[in-house]
């Protein structure tokens, strides 16, 4: 059973296929006779977390590709009330043919996946965003790639290579284990900055170590840094992420005090390449991570990210329901 819980579940020699499909369902959204891989499908979406972009991304995505999404509030279901994961994974793999999970603790994913008896998609946990990360690179590749709309599969994925993310602010976040696991996976650079006390943790370098980006365990390298513009230097992508991530919100205060000197301001921004790119995975809170005057600025993708979230899942959804037929 193939699942997506972290970048890694996809080897490199499955990512051309994949971003060619993604561009393909992309360009032909809404044609008449576009393809239906879920017909007579339900997926059950799971989420024990607000969600704007994940949220309706994944229900529409589910229902272009004729099936059924079948949204549940974690508080919702008996698992709220504490029936075990194991027992709900074996219970809803007898009803629906595929999982779409966004919660706290990562083991939660896993379990599912190795209980029940259908594809898991990780929509968000606290530990990782592999949706996200995947769809990131695929609006990089649009930018990038000679001839996007018609290069080959393996040509996009190539136009990643040897290019630089800077990271800031919460580099203990999902999203930066995520963007340090996909940017090995791509074969980028990756620089993170932010406080010390927020570098990325002892547990996620140890689950690093034990990745295979190219078939064989080779860990994984990043550069970590207490300073923004040494990060930012060379950078193709100036990336962030909110400070105060859900479930952290008790810690609020703390955060902002430590992270302000990593507001990606339009000088920060500056110091990047020439034609370095934005990104947010949003939501965004202009003033705090990020400026509103980097967060309009041309060279700012935010919003295609967002749009491409539901092609890249679609094609992630096409492939997992794919595999376990
Ligand atoms: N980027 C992202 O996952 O957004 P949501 O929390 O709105 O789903
Ligand atoms: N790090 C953020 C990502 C939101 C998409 C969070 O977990 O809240």
Known sequence: MKHFLKETDFARSELPKLFALARELK??????????????????????????RTRVSFEVGIHELGGNPLFL?????????GETVEDTARVLS?????????TFDHGEVERLASFGSVPVINALTDFLHPCQIFTDAFTMTERWAKNAQTATGAKLVESLRGRKIAFL????????????????LFGMKISLAGPKE????????????????????????????????EAVRGADVVYTD??????????????????????????LFAAAKQDALFMHCL????GEEVMQEVLEN???IIFDQAENRLHMQKAILATLAAAAR
């Open 242 to 267: 909110v400070w105060v991530s859900m479930g952290k919100e008790e810690e609020t205060k703390e955060r902002i005090r430590v992270m302000l000197p990593y507001v990606v301001t339009g000088k």
């Open 283 to 286: 939501p965004a809170h202009a």
């Open 198 to 229: 927020f570098a990325p943790s002892a547990a996620f370098q140890a689950q690093l170590a034990k990745e295979k980006f190219s078939g064989k365990a080779t860990g994984g390298d990043f550069q970590f840094t207490t300073d923004p513009y």
């Open 94 to 102: 007898r009803f629906v043919h595929g999982l779409v999970v966004r």
């Open 73 to 81: 509030n974690k508080n919702d279901i008996q698992l709220g009330r």
């Open 169 to 184: 602010g919460d580099t203990a976040c999902n999203m930066a284990n995520s963007w340090i696991l996909g940017a090995n």
């Open 298 to 300: 041309p060279r700012s």
């Open 27 to 52: 360009r032909t959204r809404g044609q008449r006779g576009a393809p239906k891989p879920l017909a007579g499908q339900t997926w059950a979406m799971i989420f024990s977390k607000s969600s704007t």
